[in-house]
């Protein structure tokens, strides 16, 4: 995790880093350091987040036109002031950002502390700078190559960039794992995490890969060069991002900015894709590997988190519609577990950023072993989007808030479509039906505009209920996965332990939890399994717990003997999910927000993990 940006150029690079570290916040708030070079490298850093940093400064003279700043997400060290980055060499010459994790960086410390060395952090990033001036000093060599000698020496991931105090018209850059962008201006280089702090200056971008080092000079071309020093061509790519995208636009929070985007970020990841009038189906990113789909023996679907849950949907519509064996695996396992991989089988990766550490380990096994890799990724042209055979991009835009919300439905989509797609080519959907499906599938927009309105009655329950410790979200079928949703959005926002359970298994434990304070949240919309969800509602009334069940429009039954209802659009039991989970994020939104809980930036999470 961690987010890096660095600037040289002709402009002040001080609120471009500092606006650059805002947007790549969602990494990680732990601490917040800034390195600017004058006649030698200014630095302050502190625990806490960007805006500790902006008070810190306050005051300070912060001009100069090349820098590197760095927001934290803790591995290796407490988030405190030390272990804020960036690290200077044992000179004060150099100072080093690093994003990832260098996994040897014991060994190279003992080395290092034989030496003389002293080290101020406990952090792997500060061994780095110290072993790369260790290495100019004693071989005599300049810093591109030392630094190319102690990545040579280095186990692990990083995303790192150097400031040179003896080489004040360089920035250099490296990237193994930990994803790294640069923008190019007219006379000036951006570089970050991702290219949300390069959007407004530039649209030209370079993704680095794997290895590579970008030597950043003023008034001169971008050089790339390898690890093992051989000279690259830079692949100049377009953003196609807006800025717009990247700012709140009148919501308080990020969060429910994103939430409100669905009946828009669903559409456009339909967009071109579905076409109901004529029948048709397309998934353009993938079509050279459908045939491979369509004659699969089993698909894996593997990510973490609500990429999961996306992929947990995914399964029940693939089996559903397509009737092809669906395995689903949280990368994090899979990875670890020896995993039976057979000839036929397509692998599907899901992740909204596509830097997700575990789930690109997890494709690099899977392919080791022969298996056609798809993704479904939101962050255009991120890492995971580079290792897949093919893929199909989400098309939602920009997620900001920490809590995956427009991500899930807009994967969720992705997963119908293929669906869709698959079970009409293998003929396991009669035609008239996939025509009814597809007609119904271009109205889930609206539905879900029309479920927003839902947000007043969730407020009042939300006043109810901000105070339980515990919450329960059940469901059934398709429902399943969004109670475990609903139940992550609440943990993950507004600390209140919840725990999504399918609703007949709660007879086989959870039940033992419900008394007149505990909430259970029941996903009951009408078809399916309606009437024995029913039956599990008055299980859990006639112990006591309080329901709020999410019901279709019109309902008597639930209604009855639920305590709080939340009407939502009827539609196919297939698509129940990218409707049903709207009220279930608003919830735990709400509750968050009375509770004073920062939404955005829960503590300890981080949007892009990129460690394991
Ligand atoms: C983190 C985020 C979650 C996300 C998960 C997987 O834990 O906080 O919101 O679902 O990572 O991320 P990915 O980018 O692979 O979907």
């Not at 916040?25 to 800034?34: C, K, Q, T, V």
């Not at 990545?151 to 400031?163: E, M, R």
Request: net charge negative; proline share 4%; glycine share 8%.
């Amino acid at each position: 995790m961690c987010g890096i940006v660095g600037y040289i150029g002709h402009r002040q690079a001080f609120p471009i880093l500092i606006k650059g570290l805002h947007r790549l916040e969602y990494r990680g708030y732990d601490s917040a350091g800034i390195a600017i070079l004058q006649d030698k490298i200014k630095l302050y850093k502190t625990k806490g987040k960007v805006s500790d940093l902006e008070e810190l400064v306050k005051g300070e003279n912060l001009s100069g036109n090349i820098g590197i700043a760095h927001t934290r997400w803790a591995t290796h060290g407490e988030p405190n002031n030390e272990n804020a980055h960036p690290h200077l060499s044992p000179s004060g010459d150099l100072a080093l950002i690093h994003n990832g994790i260098i996994e040897n960086y014991a060994i190279l410390k003992k080395e290092l502390l034989k030496r003389g060395h002293v080290f101020l952090s406990d952090t792997d990033s500060e061994v780095l700078v110290h072993l790369i001036e260790d290495i100019m000093i004693n071989d005599k060599v300049t810093l591109v190559e030392a630094l190319q000698i102690a990545l040579g020496y280095v186990i692990g991931a990083y995303a790192i960039i150097i400031l040179s105090r003896n080489n004040p018209d360089l920035l250099l850059a490296a990237k193994k794992g930990s994803p790294l962008v640069i923008g190019i201006g007219k006379d000036e280089f951006f570089i970050a995490s991702d290219a949300t702090p390069i959007v407004e200056y530039t649209k030209d971008v370079v993704y680095l890969k794997e290895e590579e080092i970008a030597i950043l000079e003023r008034n001169k071309d971008l050089k790339l060069i390898t690890v093992s020093n051989q000279e690259k061509r830079p692949y100049i790519e377009q953003l196609e991002m807006s800025l717009s995208e990247l700012e709140k636009e009148g919501f308080p929070y990020f969060m429910l900015k994103e939430i409100y985007e669905q009946p828009r970020s669903i559409r456009d990841s339909m967009r071109g894709r579905l076409n109901a009038e004529k029948g048709i189906v397309s998934l353009g990113g993938i079509i050279d590997y459908e045939k491979n789909l369509v004659n699969a023996k089993r698909i894996l679907i593997i990510g973490c988190g609500t990429s999961w849950h996306a992929g947990l949907v995914g399964k029940y519509l693939l089996e559903d519609l397509a009737r092809i064996p669906v395995e689903v695996e949280y990368a994090s396992e899979f990875r670890y577990r020896n995993p039976v991989i057979c000839e036929g089988d397509v692998v599907i990766a899901v992740s909204q950023s596509g830097e997700t550490a575990d789930t690109s380990a997890a494709i690099e096994l899977a392919k080791s072993k022969g298996a056609i890799i798809l993704g479904i990724c939101n962050v255009v042209g991120s890492s995971i989007t580079r290792v897949t055979h093919a893929g199909t991009y989400t098309h939602a835009g920009p997620e900001i808030g920490v809590a995956s919300t427009k991500a899930f439905t807009a994967q969720v989509t992705i997963l119908t479509l293929l669906a869709l797609r698959l079970g009409y080519i293998r003929g396991t959907i009669q035609e008239s039906r996939y025509r009814q499906l597809l007609f119904e599938l271009e109205t889930i927009p609206e539905k879900v505009e029309q479920t927003l309105k839902t947000f007043d009655i969730i407020k009042n329950i939300s006043n109810i209920f901000k105070d339980s410790k515990n919450f329960i979200y059940l469901g059934r079928g398709y429902n399943f996965p969004v109670a475990l949703e609903g139940a992550l959005k609440l943990k993950e926002i507004s600390y209140i332990h919840a725990e999504g359970y399918p609703a007949a298994e709660m007879k086989h434990g959870p039940i033992a939890l419900i008394d007149e304070e505990m909430p259970v949240v029941v996903i009951a919309t009408n078809k399916g399994t309606y009437q024995k969800v029913l039956s599990n509602i008055a299980e859990v009334k006639s112990r006591k717990g309080k329901i709020i069940a999410i019901v279709t429009e019109g309902d008597v039954a639930v209604k009855k003997i639920a305590d709080f209802v939340i009407e939502i659009p009827e539609t196919e039991e297939m698509f129940v999910p990218l409707i049903a989970t709207i009220p279930l994020q608003l919830l735990s939104y709400q509750i968050a927000v009375i509770r004073g809980c920062n939404v955005d930036q829960p503590r300890n999470l981080a949007k892009s993990v990129t460690v394991e």
